[in-house]
Structures are given as structure tokens and as C-alpha cells.
């Protein structure tokens, strides 16, 4: 298998009416900044996103597992140990998600570094946090056994995550380019799969991959990704935003020597966009998805 290549990711994806990052140390709340009022998501809910899905739908084996049961590293070490026939570091490398996001196993002295790494991603665009009351009744009495629930969300939040490939790290992990794909894949399809009541809402908009031919990498390209809506804490639809790619394009275009390709995926949502892209002079493959 080909060795995952140097990469950056920029995803964006968008989320309505939902609690797209709920923080546990704040009853819950949708992840907020107060100083710029724009809505936070971390990497790790995002990679949560990514793993249940390969488990799930692609039938991966994962050692972070989506599991009822609390257990240890070292517990779920030995038990990916026996499943898999393997043992010690081959039976590590042997789930996908500690290829890509790497991985510890304290007491067998095994630590991955992953060859993918993302940054926590914040909206494009201003926002809220709206707190709501709400009932539900159960039981044969219905209305007379109520119970009150309380619900935390943002009215609408265009988000754009930044992730990297490191193809020296992937040496060591053993991620593949088919690794990769996967991942992005399950990126795509998770985030829309997402189906609890608190994180349904959310959608998919563009996922890029920049493919290099060397070490290098741009960086940051969430920051070259604005909002040009003057009061953007008013947006409530994808439609309504008035995407910048400019300051994007202009970094891609100058270092296009260095550029592979450029992948996309993209919807019939994002499919105007895509034109901004084409005639840039580098190779582009489009995934509709």
C-alpha cells in the first residue's frame, strides 16, 4: 500500500438548530467563545465523528472504540491483542484509527504518534447559544408522568476545521493512502450521519485535501476562509452565506508547484463553488458525495 502523502484537510461543514460540541465542564453547553461570539468544536468531537462511522459503516476496526463498557488502554490493548491474532505493535496498527490518530498502550510501552492531526475548528460566522425549556411524558398516564429537559443550542454555525497529513509520521504509524481515504470518507458521511437529538442538524458542505509533492504545507487554511456578510450573526441557512475564498486561492496558486492535486468533495449545495477552483493550474479531483 501507498504511504499516506503530505497533506492539509479544510473542512467545512455547517450546523443548524443543534449542540454541535456540548462542553461537560458547562452543563452541556454548546462550545462558545465569548470574545469573538462564534461557536467552537473540538478535534476530538470531530474524531469521534470520523470513528464511529469507519466502525459503523465501513466496518473498520477501531481501538478507541465506541464501547458502553469504561475500560483502560491497556485493557482494550489486550483485548484488540486477542481479536486480532497479533500481538504487541502489529496488533496496535492493526485498527485503523491508530494508524491515523495514533494511540498509547502504557504498560507495553507502546506510543503511536498519527500521521493526522486536527485543530479544534470555530464558526466562520457570529453566533449564540440559545437555552430552552422543553417536556416529555412516559408511562401509561401520559401527560401526568412529565418530566422538564432543558436544551442548549446555536441557531446556525458555518464551521471551518483545519487538519494536516504528516507523511514521516505516516512512515511510522503505517497509514495508507486507502487509510486516508477512508477517513475522508467517514469525515463526509459521518458528520451528515450524525443522528442523536443533540447533533442532528448538521451538514457537509466542502472537504478539501491538498496533496503535496514534498514536505511542505501552507498551513492554517481555516484562516484563509472568511464570511463577507456584514451581520453574520444573522445567517440561519447555507444559502445565506457569502463565502471568501480569495485569500485561499491566492496561497494555492502560489505554491502550485508544490501542489500533487487538490481533492474535493463536495454536494449539489457547494457545486457553484467548485468553478473557483478549476482554473487555478493545478490537477483537481472532484468527489460528489
Same mark, same amino acid.
Given at each position: 500500500?501507498t504511504?499516506?502523502?503530505?497533506?492539509?484537510?479544510?473542512?467545512?461543514?455547517?450546523?443548524?438548530?443543534?449542540?454541535?460540541?456540548?462542553d461537560?465542564?458547562?452543563?452541556?453547553?454548546?462550545?462558545?467563545?465569548?470574545?469573538?461570539?462564534?461557536?467552537?468544536?473540538?478535534?476530538?468531537?470531530?474524531?469521534?465523528?470520523?470513528?464511529?462511522?469507519?466502525?459503523?459503516?465501513?466496518?473498520?476496526?477501531?481501538?478507541?472504540?465506541?464501547?458502553?463498557?469504561?475500560?483502560?488502554?491497556?485493557?482494550?490493548?489486550?483485548?484488540?491483542?486477542?481479536?486480532?491474532?497479533?500481538?504487541?505493535?502489529?496488533?496496535?496498527?492493526?485498527?485503523?484509527?491508530?494508524?491515523?490518530?495514533?494511540?498509547?498502550?502504557?504498560?507495553?510501552?507502546?506510543?503511536?504518534?498519527?500521521?493526522?492531526?486536527?485543530?479544534?475548528?470555530?464558526? $466562520?460566522?457570529?453566533?449564540?447559544?440559545?437555552?430552552?425549556?422543553?417536556?416529555?411524558?412516559?408511562?401509561k398516564?401520559?401527560?401526568?408522568?412529565?418530566?422538564?429537559?432543558?436544551?442548549?443550542y446555536?441557531?446556525?454555525?458555518?464551521?471551518?476545521?483545519?487538519?494536516?497529513?504528516?507523511?514521516?509520521n505516516?512512515?511510522?504509524?503505517?497509514?495508507?493512502?486507502?487509510?486516508?481515504?477512508?477517513?475522508?470518507?467517514?469525515?463526509?458521511?459521518?458528520?451528515?450521519?450524525?443522528?442523536?437529538r443533540?447533533?442532528?442538524g448538521?451538514?457537509?458542505?466542502?472537504?478539501?485535501?491538498?496533496?503535496?509533492?514534498?514536505?511542505?504545507?501552507?498551513? $492554517?487554511l481555516?484562516?484563509?476562509?472568511?464570511?463577507?456578510?456584514?451581520?453574520?450573526?444573522?445567517?440561519?441557512?447555507?444559502?445565506?452565506?457569502? $463565502?471568501?475564498f480569495?485569500?485561499?486561492?491566492?496561497?494555492?496558486?502560489?505554491?502550485?508547484?508544490?501542489?500533487?492535486?487538490?481533492?474535493?468533495?463536495?454536494?449539489?449545495?457547494?457545486?457553484? $463553488?467548485?468553478e473557483?477552483?478549476?482554473?487555478?493550474?493545478?490537477?483537481?479531483?472532484?468527489?460528489?458525495?
Amino acid at each position: 500500500m501507498t504511504t499516506a502523502k503530505q497533506s492539509e484537510i479544510l473542512f467545512l461543514w455547517d450546523a443548524k438548530m443543534t449542540n454541535p460540541n456540548g462542553d461537560m465542564l458547562n452543563d452541556n453547553a454548546p462550545r462558545f467563545d465569548e470574545v469573538d461570539r462564534k461557536a467552537i468544536v473540538s478535534d476530538v468531537r470531530v474524531k469521534r465523528t470520523i470513528r464511529d462511522d469507519l466502525q459503523e459503516r465501513q466496518g473498520e476496526s477501531i481501538f478507541v472504540n465506541n464501547s458502553e463498557d469504561i475500560i483502560s488502554a491497556e485493557t482494550r490493548f489486550k483485548e484488540v491483542e486477542k481479536i486480532s491474532g497479533m500481538k504487541e505493535k502489529e496488533a496496535f496498527l492493526s485498527c485503523i484509527d491508530t494508524r491515523l490518530f495514533g494511540g498509547v498502550a502504557p504498560k507495553s510501552n507502546i506510543q503511536i504518534i498519527g500521521a493526522v492531526q486536527f485543530s479544534w475548528a470555530k464558526s $466562520l460566522n457570529e453566533t449564540e447559544t440559545i437555552l430552552g425549556q422543553g417536556t416529555g411524558a412516559f408511562g401509561k398516564d401520559g401527560a401526568k408522568n412529565k418530566t422538564f429537559r432543558t436544551d442548549n443550542y446555536i441557531p446556525y454555525g458555518l464551521f471551518a476545521m483545519y487538519g494536516t497529513i504528516n507523511t514521516l509520521n505516516a512512515k511510522k504509524s503505517n497509514a495508507s493512502e486507502e487509510d486516508i481515504s477512508k477517513m475522508l470518507n467517514s469525515m463526509w458521511n459521518g458528520t451528515k450521519f450524525l443522528n442523536t437529538r443533540s447533533k442532528v442538524g448538521q451538514k457537509s458542505r466542502l472537504l478539501m485535501r491538498v496533496v503535496y509533492k514534498n514536505s511542505y504545507m501552507i498551513g $492554517l487554511l481555516d484562516e484563509l476562509v472568511n464570511i463577507d456578510n456584514e451581520n453574520s450573526n444573522q445567517i440561519r441557512k447555507f444559502d445565506e452565506c457569502e $463565502l471568501n475564498f480569495d485569500a485561499l486561492k491566492e496561497a494555492l496558486v502560489y505554491m502550485k508547484e508544490k501542489i500533487e492535486k487538490v481533492v474535493i468533495y463536495y454536494d449539489m449545495s457547494t457545486k457553484n $463553488l467548485l468553478e473557483q477552483f478549476e482554473s487555478l493550474g493545478f490537477k483537481i479531483e472532484k468527489i460528489e458525495a
